[in-house]
């Protein structure tokens, strides 16, 4: 069993009718998308013509500042990368002359340390000394010679153990 459709105004339809008016406007209607409608081709008043103009105009004015927006942001991203690796290399060199003075500052303790230690031996020494030279007066030269042998420290090392 075939069924066939008949439409009014084609060669399908038994008998060639008239549409009926809801046919004809529906078919002499707009398509319901307007993208689908070629304006072009249709005469257009002056007032739509101008607001296309000004739809166009407003469009390339956002092109263009879309595009300097980005420009400056790539600019200024370029900047902050520049910087990023200016303050990395100084940063590092910072660190690097931070290092070699706390090196320089351990050995300066080190030595302060041990000239604190040859004072301290030497004061000793010397208190030792004179208590045991006071009953003997006679030996005292003979350990002061003694003392200035066994000192080698310098000036500075005895303006130091004048603090101690």
């Keep these: 069993m075939t069924h066939s459709y008949s439409y009014p105004g084609t060669d399908n339809s038994p008998y060639m009718s008239q549409p009926s008016l809801e046919e004809a406007?529906?078919?002499?209607?707009?398509?319901?998308?307007?993208?689908?409608?070629?304006y072009s081709s249709l005469p257009m008043?002056?007032?739509?013509?101008?607001?296309?103009?000004?739809?166009?105009?407003?469009?390339?004015?956002?092109?263009?500042?879309?595009?300097?927006?980005?420009?400056?942001?790539?600019?200024?991203?370029?900047?902050?990368?520049?910087?990023i690796q200016?303050?990395?290399?100084?940063?590092?060199?910072?660190?690097r002359q931070m290092y070699e003075l706390r090196e320089d500052?351990?050995?300066?303790?080190?030595?302060?340390?041990?000239?604190?230690?040859?004072?301290?031996?030497?004061?000793?020494?010397?208190?030792?000394?004179?208590?045991?030279?006071?009953?003997?007066q006679s030996h005292h030269q003979s350990y002061e010679i003694r003392v200035n042998e066994f000192s080698d420290v310098d000036d500075d090392l005895n303006s130091l153990c004048s603090d101690i």
């Excluded at 030595?111 to 004061?123: E, I, N, P, S």
């Design 25 to 38: 406007a529906y078919i002499d209607s707009p398509p319901s998308s307007p993208h689908s409608l070629d």
């Design 45 to 83: 008043p002056h007032f739509l013509r101008e607001d296309e103009l000004n739809l166009q105009e407003r469009r390339q004015r956002n092109k263009a500042a879309s595009a300097k927006y980005r420009q400056k942001k790539n600019m200024q991203q370029h900047e902050m990368r520049v910087m």
């Design 86 to 95: 200016q303050l990395s290399e100084r940063n590092a060199l910072l660190e």
């Design 105 to 136: 500052n351990h050995k300066l303790r080190t030595t302060t340390d041990k000239l604190r230690g040859r004072c301290v031996a030497k004061k000793m020494l010397r208190q030792w000394m004179e208590k045991r030279e006071a009953p003997n």
